[in-house]
């Protein structure tokens, strides 16, 4: 180990001998020196070997409430239990008391910082957080969504127009560091202001209010377009969940009068023509659902996690899902750190630690 014989390896081979450690001791590399840190996480480094890598890390379902006070509880759905300890944020907030979690995707977090007009975005396994200032002052946004790329990540979200008449919408590339914006067809969009983006394909996909129908986004031409496939009659919500492989799923309350009798899950089929029933809800799981929103259906929500279709409700502190492989529906427990006098604000966010997610 003498460092004047590291020093002088050509970095290919450096490389090569690198790629031969467990990830966990890569981990602990990146604090031995600044250039193991530099090439561990280098572009040329990843691409070589970023697929023969195991990763030890579960997976979780984050759980987000105003009260906890970036404490973020984890429930490991590989071990299919809560953790003992909870994702403490302190010291990657500490100096912004007003943050909010309002994305995460590929292993990286986004949170809105107003008062320092900005928006951070974190990979907490890397270490590393980028700050990226708002488009202008002041700055009102919503259906903020983070999508995880090869090179980085884009953030979509929506602005009042000038007129205040429409919206437009802002795209921030961090490939390039800078904000685009779009204007043109104005859809309008579903009020339930928890549900993001669906990303699928390159598209942002999004549900509209009655008369429900879905359109999309195009991320790389900044184009809107209406998905042309009939939907089902009778619903009374829809929400979208993408599976990341191509797969789109939509979630609906079937009923009349604004009153949901059964929930129904769709895949969009035949080349994107029609939407095909996959599974209905049991009707014990279904009736519990619809009481516990009260057929608000506004804070409903849903997300895909690791072969899970989670639905959730900003009022209620537990997740129906449906696990695909199985095609079984089940209950996600109860957090049992949560206190009992606690209604509103529970969102629930896919976490997925990824070392190579860049910022």
């Not at 987000?64 to 003992?84: A, K």
């Not at 390039?176 to 969009?189: H, I, K, T």
């Not at 849903?302 to 989670?310: D, E, K, S, V």
């Not at 409700?313 to 089940?330: A, D, F, G, M, Q």
Request: charged letters at 15%.
């Amino acid at each position: 180990m003498d460092p004047g014989i590291w020093s002088r390896l050509p970095e290919d081979i450096l490389e090569h001998v690198l790629a031969f450690l467990p990830l966990k001791t890569l981990l602990n590399l990146r604090s031995t020196c600044k250039h193991f840190k530099s090439l561990i996480l280098s572009p040329s480094f990843i691409s070589k070997h970023y697929s023969s890598f195991s990763s030890p890390f579960s997976s979780f379902v984050l759980l987000s409430h105003p009260q906890f006070h970036y404490e973020y509880p984890l429930y490991d759905t590989i071990l299919n239990n809560w953790r003992n300890v909870s994702l403490s944020l302190t010291p990657v907030l500490s100096n912004v008391p007003s943050a909010v979690l309002l994305s995460t995707s590929n292993g990286l977090l986004c949170f809105s910082l107003p008062n320092s007009s900005s928006f951070l975005v974190c990979n907490l396994l890397a270490r590393s957080s980028r700050k990226v200032k708002f488009p202008k002052k002041p700055f009102v946004f919503n259906l903020l969504t983070l999508v995880s790329t090869s090179g980085g990540y884009i953030l979509f979200m929506l602005s009042p127009s000038s007129s205040g008449a429409s919206y437009n919408t802002l795209l921030y590339d961090s490939s390039v560091q800078s904000w685009q914006e779009f204007e043109g067809f104005d859809p309008v969009l579903s009020n339930d202001y928890h549900q993001e983006g669906v990303y699928n394909n390159g598209y942002l996909y999004f549900t509209t209010t009655e008369p429900f129908s879905v359109v999309s986004f195009g991320l790389e031409f900044g184009k809107w377009e209406r998905l042309m496939v009939e939907l089902p009659d009778e619903l009374m919500f829809i929400r979208l969940v993408s599976d990341g492989n191509g797969k789109l799923y939509m979630i609906g309350g079937i009923g009349s009068d604004g009153i949901s009798r059964s929930i129904k899950l769709w895949e969009l089929s035949g080349g994107g023509e029609n939407w095909v029933v996959v599974e209905s809800v049991p009707s014990m799981m279904c009736r519990k659902f619809l009481s516990v929103c009260y057929h608000n259906y506004k804070h409903v929500y849903c997300f895909w996690h690791q072969g899970m279709i989670c639905v959730c409700c900003y009022s209620w502190p537990e997740i129906l899902y449906y696990r695909v492989s199985k095609k079984t529906w089940h209950w996600l427990p109860k957090c049992p750190s949560l206190p009992e006098k606690w209604i509103l604000g529970f969102r629930w966010f896919s976490f997925v630690p990824e070392l190579f997610a860049f910022v």
